[in-house]
């Protein structure tokens, strides 16, 4: 019998940590996670551009690195940027056990919200407990640097302020809920557990959030960059502009021509054609 071909993976490090612009250290520690982590983000905008468009966004690896890596004029939403970041951090040698979150910004029940979040839990050799990574969560309240899974401790994230705290919850595992703290105070970002999900449970909900009329993720586009001064965000037709001193500015580009410049120039995307940016 002739032996088989060696398992192969589309992932390239290398490819990904120039993309993300990462010159630092390659070793498998918390140093490591969080510059990997920040970086990440600031080099690749999240958007929902493929789900407005109608479809819903391949999460084959190859096709991530084609998309987000070798492609660099778009970026994703959740489960594009945290399965590319997992793949990453693997490579790198770090454990991770792929989550699911219900986001609950401004709800009053945590069960009337989904599990339609993806998430990260990193185990790092050496440190005594796993820390929650997520490189795309596409709100100003989204982690900058992962943080470590205990309940109650503040954490300074590259200049954002973060906790995690318990919530009730019906099921045999503790409910853990991201809080980051704003203007208003704490404000609960989203909760989960630490249930292991596989790749066909993320090819479902990515369906069904791209696809399904009702989700917002496919009637309007959501896009945010982060940069080292400031947070953008395009959504309901208004680039909200958030700075590292808190300073918020609000703009309204006037046409299709203005909001596609925009993208462009600011957010680093260009816009699928024919696709509409504004309501």
């Known amino acids: 019998m002739a032996d088989s071909a060696p398992a192969t993976t589309p992932f390239d490090l290398d490819a990904y940590l120039a993309r993300i612009g990462w010159k630092g250290e390659r070793r498998p520690d918390a140093a490591t996670l969080r510059g990997v982590h920040l970086a990440h983000l600031r080099a690749i905008p999240f958007e929902n551009l493929d789900a407005v468009g ?5 999460l084959r690896l190859a096709d991530l690195m084609d998309k987000l890596v070798h492609g660099v004029r778009r970026g994703g939403y959740c489960y594009e940027h ?6 990453a951090l693997e490579a790198l040698g770090l454990g991770v056990t792929r989550l699911t979150a219900r986001v609950v910004v401004g709800a009053e029940r945590f069960e009337d ?7 990260l839990l990193v185990d790092v050799p050496g440190e005594p407990l796993p820390h929650l990574a997520d490189v795309g969560f596409g709100a100003i309240g989204s982690l900058l640097e992962p943080v470590p899974l205990t309940a109650g401790a503040e ?14 919850g019906r099921g045999p595992l503790e409910t853990w809920v991201l809080e980051a703290h704003g203007p208003g105070g704490w404000a609960a970002q989203y909760a989960f557990t630490v249930e292991p999900f596989e790749q066909p449970d993320y090819e479902v909900i990515n369906w069904h959030v791209a696809t399904n009329p009702r989700s917002p993720f496919s009637r309007a586009p959501y896009v945010q960059c982060l940069t080292p001064d400031a947070h953008l965000f395009l959504a ?3 680039v909200t502009t958030t700075r590292t001193d808190g300073t918020v500015t609000e703009r309204e580009p006037a046409d299709e021509t203005e909001a596609r410049r925009v993208l462009a120039e600011e957010f680093g995307i260009d ?9």
């Open 54 to 58: 109608g479809r819903a966004p391949s």
């Open 82 to 87: 945290n399965t590319l970041f997992a793949a």
């Open 113 to 119: 919200r989904p599990r339609t979040h993806m998430a």
């Open 271 to 279: 816009a699928p054609e024919g696709l509409r940016l504004l309501d």
């Open 236 to 238: 309901s037709g208004r």
């Open 155 to 168: 954490f300074h994230d590259a200049g954002r302020l973060h906790r995690l705290v318990h919530a009730p």
